[in-house]
């Protein structure tokens, strides 16, 4: 049974941090390169950043490029999400997604095969 399960979501005043995981089972992790995405309400959801299936290459969304860091461990299966200067914009559900097929992490949602169910992030102003 493939599993990607989100944790580290919370409240945080703006300005300051949060580290999201995302814990992968039953797949071949280091086969896949990974995704963050968020959706906040009313709207849809939106690439945040990518990883390829062994780290040397990352993409990330404008939005939070210099305040966002994307890493892997392939030995844990787990991609995590360093989220600093957190701002009220960036408040979201925040989903992990696995991409089988690009290697290097699309920022196309279409290319994500499996999904984890999100973790909250709310950043208060």
């Known amino acids: 049974q493939v599993l990607l399960v989100e944790s580290g979501g919370g409240l945080v005043q703006a300005g300051g941090s949060l580290r999201l995981s995302c814990a992968a089972s039953?797949?071949?992790?280091?086969?896949?390169?990974m995704g963050w995405f968020r959706q906040a309400p009313g709207k849809e959801r939106e690439f945040v950043a990518a990883?390829?299936?062994?780290?040397?290459?990352?993409q990330y969304a404008p939005s939070v490029k210099g305040r966002f860091t994307i890493s892997r461990d392939n030995a844990k299966n787990t991609v995590y999400l360093q989220m600093n200067s957190l701002k009220p914009e960036d408040t979201a559900a925040y989903s992990c997604?696995?991409?089988?097929?690009?290697?290097?992490?699309?920022?196309?949602?279409?290319?994500?095969?499996?999904w984890g169910q999100g973790t909250q992030v709310t950043v208060s102003s």
């Open positions: 039953g797949f071949t992790f280091s086969y896949y390169a």
């Open positions: 997604a696995a991409d089988q097929n690009t290697g290097v992490g699309a920022k196309n949602i279409d290319e994500y095969r499996y």
């Open positions: 990883i390829s299936r062994r780290g040397e290459t990352t």
